[in-house]
């Protein structure tokens, strides 16, 4: 699962379609079995947002 690490909203969102796309192929996401689409979605949201935090933390000097 490649994902996007750029901190942009438009990211986020392409991020988050990715994993909830492949939860809905393969019933998991990583090790996790989210049963149903919302818990899907809100683990996508935040495995999105915690990429894109890593890599805003690597580029932001202070």
């Known amino acids: 699962m490649p994902l996007n690490h750029n901190g942009t909203k438009t990211a986020i969102s392409q991020n988050?379609?990715?994993?909830?796309?492949?939860?809905?192929?393969?019933?998991?996401?990583?090790?996790?079995?989210?049963?149903?689409k919302s818990k899907a979605v809100q683990q996508a949201v935040a495995i999105a947002l915690s990429t894109a935090d890593r890599d805003r933390k690597k580029t932001d000097p202070s």
């Open 16 to 36: 988050i379609k990715l994993i909830v796309d492949e939860w809905q192929q393969s019933g998991h996401i990583g090790s996790s079995h989210p049963h149903t």
